[in-house]
């Protein structure tokens, strides 16, 4: 029996741990790792700003769904991969893998613009040919 670690609870992570649990049945371990408790609609964010969408409108707890597919739920921040060794490091727990998939998203690094960084206000306007702001 192999273990199969997930570190992500969004689209790729959570469809990566349904998928595998769909295809390889209950013969192997799946934990699925994520710093949040809820799966989030991100495409949906955009709509808060403006008031037209909550936050409760746009995630879904992840608990009851992996439960559902028989997949460990761990609400944690995985802190460390020591992929060497094939563990990786939770605070101070340690889990062993016999496969990682790691499906953590990206992350903005607003700095690496001038003049662009979180407190800077600005706002990128791209003007488009049918006269269109995007
Ligand atoms: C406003 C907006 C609109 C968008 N519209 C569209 C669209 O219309 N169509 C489209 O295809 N895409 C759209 N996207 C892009 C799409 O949302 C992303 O491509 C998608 O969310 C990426 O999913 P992901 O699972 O890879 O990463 P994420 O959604 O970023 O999820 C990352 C997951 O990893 C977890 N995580 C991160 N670090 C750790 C850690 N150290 N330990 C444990 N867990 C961790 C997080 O908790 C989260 O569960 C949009 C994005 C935005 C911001």
Known sequence: MARIIVI???FAGLTSALELRRKLGHGHE?????????????PSLIWLPFGKR??????????PLAAK?????ICSEITEILA?????????????YDYLIIATGPEWIFDQITGLSLNSNVVVYRHS????GN
């Open 8 to 10: 992500g609870g969004n």
């Open 30 to 42: 799946i934990i699925m790792f994520s710093k949040s408790p809820n799966f989030l609609f991100v």
């Open 54 to 63: 909550q936050l409760k409108d746009i995630t879904v707890p992840l608990k």
């Open 69 to 73: 597919a028989r997949v460990q739920f």
């Open 84 to 96: 060497k060794d094939r563990f990786i490091r939770c605070g101070d727990k340690d889990f062993e």
């Open 129 to 132: 040919r049918n006269g269109a």
